[in-house]
């Protein structure tokens, strides 16, 4: 059973930086494939990014391109979302997900993604 929690969400303005966690429980982190998925009002869950097992390879959406970076931490089984020049189109609740059935892959799917964690919320005024 894998276990994550997301932290580091919260109010910006436009232009802005967050940077979100997520800590993810199991002795096999370094197995996981990882991403964040964000959800907004009304429409549904929208792949953000992705990183491989080793953290050699990462994959973005084009709205976030750029402007997000994701990394992972194995030492702390937790990975991050970096966010910088923040836009009011971002607003959204943010998951993490894993999986470990897919995990040698990097997976831009949502649907691919078997554990969630409960979200976190950012939200960027214009």
């Known amino acids: 059973q894998v276990q994550l929690v997301e932290s580091g969400g919260g109010l910006v303005q436009a232009g802005g930086s967050l940077r979100l966690s997520c800590a993810a429980s199991?002795?096999?982190?370094?197995?996981?494939?990882m991403g964040w998925i964000r959800q907004a009002p009304g429409k549904e869950r929208e792949f953000v990014a992705a990183?491989?097992?080793?953290?050699?390879?990462?994959y973005y959406a084009d709205s976030v391109k750029d402007r997000f970076t994701i990394s992972r931490d194995d030492a702390k089984n937790t990975v991050y979302l970096q966010m910088n020049s923040l836009k009011p189109e971002d607003t959204a609740v943010y998951y993490c997900?894993?999986?470990?059935?897919?995990?040698?892959?990097?997976?831009?799917?949502?649907?691919?993604?078997?554990?969630w964690g409960q979200g976190t919320q950012v939200t960027v005024s214009s």
């Open positions: 997900a894993a999986d470990t059935k897919n995990w040698r892959r990097i997976l831009a799917n949502p649907l691919e993604y078997y554990y």
């Open positions: 199991g002795r096999t982190f370094s197995n996981y494939a």
């Open positions: 990183i491989s097992w080793s953290g050699g390879r990462a």
